[in-house]
């Protein structure tokens, strides 16, 4: 068993920044991949950012490279996504995702994870 805790969302304004936090708990944060994933009513829930279990590798959807860097500190078992030059577009819930599986990849879809935080409302206002 994995527990994710998001922390770190809010309300900002188009150009600014934040920077969201997950803790997890459980079972050796090194041992497994992490992502963050957002999603709006209505729609399906998307890949963000990605990381692989040492932090060697990342995967970033195409309208968030550049301004969003996912990292993870496996001494505080935190993974954190900095989020800059936000744009209204981003509003959504953001949630973040362990992968416990061994992968040669790093994990975009959202059945490759096995467990989720409970979401971060992330506002944006233009």
């Known amino acids: 068993q994995v527990q994710l805790v998001e922390s770190g969302g809010g309300l900002v304004q188009a150009g600014g920044s934040l920077r969201l936090s997950c803790a997890a708990s459980?079972?050796?944060?090194?041992?497994?991949?992490m992502g963050w994933f957002r999603q709006v009513p209505g729609k399906e829930r998307d890949i963000v950012a990605a990381?692989?279990?040492?932090?060697?590798?990342?995967y970033y959807t195409n309208s968030v490279k550049g301004r969003f860097t996912i990292s993870r500190d496996s001494a505080k078992n935190t993974v954190y996504l900095q989020m800059n030059s936000l744009k209204p577009e981003d509003t959504a819930v953001y949630y973040c995702?362990?992968?416990?599986?061994?992968?040669?990849?790093?994990?975009?879809?959202?059945?490759?994870?096995?467990?989720w935080g409970q979401g971060t409302q992330v506002t944006v206002s233009s």
């Open positions: 995702a362990a992968d416990l599986q061994v992968r040669g990849t790093v994990p975009y879809w959202p059945y490759e994870y096995d467990y």
């Open positions: 459980g079972r050796p944060f090194s041992s497994y991949a």
């Open positions: 990381i692989n279990w040492n932090g060697g590798r990342t």
